[in-house]
């Protein structure tokens, strides 16, 4: 077999490497800064931009340390379960795709303690982004190697 023939099966490692990032000092910053941002919306009552601020970048690395990981993850999921249910079709509905599929996997994320978090609110989101997105958002979230 010739060498323009071969096939690099490795070729998902190599991914998985440039999609995760190191978790620095400055990162560390970054995910109190957002976790602080997120909180004082909830506070100010500003639950829409909350959720918006929560989702609207990778908000959390699979490298982080756990206990940032843990904060990040109660703080969206505060935020989740402070909206009043009435409420949540019009935040989704201000969400992009891109944005739903965040909000998505800490859906799946807070489903997965329910000892820790509100299944029925969770749930009630999940209904809510799913009549929107589309059940292509739990495919993209469930195939996605990028989690929260």
Same mark, same amino acid.
């Given at each position: ?12 490692? !190599? ?21 602080? !941002? ?12 909350? $959720? ?85 958002? $739990? ?10």
């Amino acid at each position: 077999m010739s060498a323009n023939r071969k096939l690099n099966v490795d070729i998902d490692e !190599d991914f998985e490497e440039e999609v995760e990032a190191d978790v620095g000092v400055d990162n560390l910053a970054k995910y109190n800064s957002l976790c602080d !941002d997120v909180k004082s919306n909830i506070l100010k009552g500003d639950l829409s931009s909350a $959720i918006k601020r929560a989702v609207s970048e990778a908000f959390i690395s699979k490298k982080a340390p756990q206990d940032i990981r843990e904060r990040c993850i109660s703080t969206v999921i505060e935020a989740m379960c402070a909206v009043k249910t009435l409420e949540i079709p019009t935040i989704v509905k201000q969400l992009t795709n891109d944005e739903l599929d965040i909000l998505m996997k800490f859906v799946y994320v807070g489903m997965a303690s329910p000892e820790v978090y509100n299944s029925s609110i969770l749930i009630t989101w999940h209904e809510k982004i799913v009549n929107v997105a589309g059940l292509g958002c $739990i495919v993209r979230v469930l195939t996605d190697r990028n989690t929260v």
